[in-house]
Each structure stands twice: as structure tokens, then as C-alpha cells.
């Protein structure tokens, strides 16, 4: 006999409700049964069921609209400025399903521009990957990143498609200093296919740069449809 514990009723409902807007199933912009609908369909009252809605409106995955029904909310998804983490974590920490595609791992030349970031002459070899992170199915970021080969000499052997390059170099290779720069910009075609963008939409995108061992790490472009993603941050 299992002694796992029954789900509060409203918790039934609020879970039927996110699993079938995860699945895709009912999709931003649907309106979702009402409140006796899902009353009748799970046996309990309808402030049960008004409970489980209303948490699903404060955590902004659904909208309630007064006089017209409840609807499935644009989804922005959140990143924290406060400290560097791994986006499968973010993803995760949220409850929902990361996975990547690996687009390139390669090693290139800097240019002068590239160059001038990491400290080296132009010309000198440097590591290239672009990894498109996807949350419950739908691509939120675009990964182009920079790496030095000095501090990382491993980075092209690596599957980052079971691992993110964040994640594998803040194990080889421990983080001194940290800068960025957020702005919106209309992204690349190339960006914009990737991330399944219609025409005329613009990116956050978030440029950073890492230290570690006295030396630029890494250098990377992070882009972000701005309609379905934000940053956030506290001190």
C-alpha cells in the first residue's frame, strides 16, 4: 500500500491546468474551461477551483479578464542578474523541461574586435559555440559564445547537449569577475530562425564577459525573444 499523500483538491486542479499548457495542449492566448466546468469535471466546489486559478493568475501563467473568462498568459520566462546561473537550472527551478540543440563547436581565429576582448593578438585561436537552449519545448536563447583556449582547453570535447558551456566552465573553470550590458536589438537572420522569431521582433540580449585564472574567459551573446522573456534581479 503506498503512503504517499493525496494532493489537495485545488492543487489536482491547478496541476490538470499547467500540465496542459505545458504539453502545448492549450496554448497562450486559449481560453481555459471555467470555474464550473472544472468544478463539475473534478467533484469539488468551485472555491476550490477558484483557488487553484487564482494561483495560477498570481504566477502569471494564466489571465483572468472580468465579464469574459480565464486565458492562458504570454509566457515570459526570467533570468536572475544577481548571480551567473546555468539556464537548465533556471529552467528547472521553474518546474519545467530543459533541452539544447548544439548549431556549432569549432575553433576559430579573433578578430580584432574579439582580439581586443580576451587580451590576445588578432588572429590567435579561440573556441566558438552556439547552443539554442529550449524551455518546455518553446527556444528562449540563443548561446553564442567565445572561449578562451588557455583557460578551457577541453571546451571542444565537450557534449553540450547534456551539459551547458556554463555549466562546464564554472567547474573547470572558477569565476574571478564578471561584466555585461543588456539591449534590445533586432536580431540577425540567422538569430531569428533559430529562436522561430516572426520578422520585426526584437532581442534582449545580454553581452557578458567572464574572468577566471587572471584571464578573459569567455565572451558570449545571449539573445532572448523579447516577448516571451524578461530579467529580473534583487539586493
Not at 38 to 62: H, P, W
Not at 171 to 193: D, K, N
Request: aromatic share 8%.
Amino acid at each position: 500500500m503506498s503512503n504517499t499523500p493525496t494532493p489537495p483538491a485545488y492543487q489536482r486542479v491547478k496541476q490538470y491546468v499547467l500540465e496542459r499548457i505545458q504539453n502545448g495542449q492549450w496554448k497562450e492566448g486559449d481560453a481555459i474551461p471555467g470555474e464550473e466546468a472544472l468544478a463539475r469535471e473534478f467533484g469539488v466546489s468551485r472555491m476550490t477551483v477558484n483557488r487553484a486559478i487564482r494561483e495560477l493568475s498570481d504566477e502569471q501563467i494564466v489571465e483572468r479578464v472580468q465579464g469574459s473568462g480565464t486565458y492562458v498568459a504570454q509566457q515570459k520566462y526570467q533570468a536572475t542578474l544577481v548571480e551567473i546561473r546555468n539556464i537548465a537550472e533556471e529552467i528547472a527551478a521553474r518546474g519545467h523541461a530543459h533541452r539544447s540543440e548544439l548549431h556549432k563547436l569549432e575553433r576559430v581565429k579573433a578578430d580584432e574586435t574579439l582580439a581586443r576582448a580576451f587580451g590576445l593578438k588578432t588572429g590567435a585561436p579561440l573556441f566558438h559555440s552556439v547552443v539554442v537552449h529550449f524551455e518546455n519545448g518553446l527556444a528562449i536563447q540563443v548561446e553564442d559564445r567565445h572561449v578562451n583556449p588557455e583557460v578551457a582547453p577541453d571546451y571542444l570535447a565537450q557534449d553540450f547537449t547534456s551539459q551547458t558551456p556554463n555549466a562546464y566552465l564554472m567547474r573547470v573553470a572558477p569565476l574571478q569577475g564578471v561584466s555585461f550590458v543588456i539591449e534590445a536589438v533586432l536580431p540577425p537572420a540567422a538569430v531569428a530562425e533559430m529562436l522561430a522569431m516572426p520578422s520585426g521582433e526584437p532581442c534582449l540580449v545580454l553581452r557578458r564577459q567572464t574572468r577566471s585564472m587572471g584571464k578573459t574567459a569567455s565572451v558570449a551573446a545571449m539573445w532572448h525573444p523579447a516577448s516571451r522573456y524578461q530579467f529580473a534581479g534583487s539586493f
